[in-house]
């Protein structure tokens, strides 16, 4: 990324991961709590400990963002990137039943349990870091039956009544997207965007819990 002023829309994740090592994160990222196939990773230094519930690649460890083999304050920083996709039989393990974003991503099978998910790794978040840790969290709003839900707004909530402040949101605009299965009249815009949220540990702001 050329020497300019970072900003909060970019195109490329690169530039979004670019931007949080350089305001947030000087010495790396720590830990990918979702490795996936490691996409994140092409271009910047992997973290050190990289997990994911079902592995595709040598260098992940199987372990479940919701239960981290790590010790309270250990980690400086973390990020995570979970399913989004909502409402997909055979979703969580890379079946997709026949779609093909579920397959390579995994998904939920309802939104309560995406949200229970992303709650509970927030909490385990909030346990791993150490005070004035940051934890990046990768999200994007989906629409399902003509419902909106907006998960960036659900997520900043739920990472709030962690305890956790916001401290950075920046957005990724989608280069292309998969032609959309929906069929007939055109009711929502087409979701071509997706989150970064930085969120930092305060332990000051946290109530009692
Ligand atoms: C959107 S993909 C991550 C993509 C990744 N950032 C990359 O660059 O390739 C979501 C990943 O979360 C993983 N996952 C789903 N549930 C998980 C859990 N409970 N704990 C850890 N990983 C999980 C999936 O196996 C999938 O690889």
């Not at 595709?56 to 372990?63: N, R, Y």
């Not at 579920?102 to 978040?125: K, N, V």
């Not at 934890?135 to 909106?148: A, L, P």
């Amino acid at each position: 990324m050329k020497n300019t002023t970072i900003r909060s829309v970019y195109d490329s994740q690169d530039d979004i991961l670019k931007s949080i090592i350089t305001l947030y994160c000087p010495d790396g990222f720590e830990c990918d709590m979702t490795y996936g196939n490691g996409s994140f990773w092409r271009n910047i230094p992997r973290p050190q400990y990289c997990f994911d519930i079902s592995p595709q690649k040598p260098e992940a460890v199987q372990a479940c963002s919701m239960q981290l083999p790590f010790s309270a304050g250990s980690l400086n920083n973390c990020v995570f990137d979970p399913p989004f996709l909502t409402y997909i039989k055979n979703g969580r393990d890379h079946q997709g039943g026949g779609v093909a974003m579920s397959a390579r991503y995994g998904g939920y099978y309802s939104y309560d349990e995406l949200e229970d998910h992303y709650r509970h790794t927030i909490s385990e978040a909030w346990r791993v870091l150490k005070d004035n840790g940051f934890f990046v969290f990768k999200c994007q709003d989906i629409i399902h039956n003509h419902r909106m839900h907006c998960t960036h707004y659900n997520t900043i909530m739920m990472a709030e009544i962690e305890g956790f402040t916001l401290r950075d949101l920046f957005v990724l605009v989608a280069k292309n997207r998969m032609p959309s299965p929906q069929k007939g009249t055109q009711r929502h815009a087409r979701i071509w965007h997706s989150y970064f949220l930085v969120f930092q540990k305060k332990k000051s702001r946290r109530s009692t819990k």
